[in-house]
Nanobody, 114 residues
Framework: VQLQASGGGLVQPGGSLRLSCAAS????????LAWYRQAPGKQREWVAR??????NYADSVKGRFAISRDNAENTVYLQMNSLKPEDTAVYYC??????????WGEGTLVTVSS
């Protein structure tokens, strides 16, 4: 399984970005689809996920970020609004299926700075 993340970049505080994660397999077969991030000098942390159609968010992004999926395109999105400097990190997509385990995509860098 290959997961290709894209959409990162430099944005000013208060701005928006949409990250995409294109999968090489039918994402309907995955139990969990998620986004994680890793800021410089910090551990990787969970940001948002879809589990059996139910979305959950870390408290730090709740109300600002939205995870969604396009089953026809086998793509998972992360819409990020009201971005803050502390959102600066490399963002990774993740997919999990019980019979094959979990897969990580390559990261995409998001920098929030004026």
């Amino acid at each position: 399984v290959q997961l290709q993340a894209s959409g990162g970049g430099l944005v000013q505080p208060g701005g928006s970005l949409r990250l995409s994660c294109a999968a090489s397999l039918n994402i309907l077969t995955f139990h969990t689809l998620a986004w994680y991030r890793q800021a410089p000098g910090k551990q990787r942390e969970w940001v948002a996920r879809i589990i059996s159609g139910i979305t959950n968010y870390a408290d730090s992004v709740k109300g600002r970020f939205a995870i969604s999926r396009d089953n026809a395109e086998n793509t998972v999105y992360l819409q990020m609004n009201s971005l803050k400097p502390e959102d600066t990190a490399v963002y990774y997509c993740y997919a999990y299926r019980g019979d094959v385990g979990g897969y990580w995509g390559e990261g995409t860098l998001v920098t929030v700075s004026s």
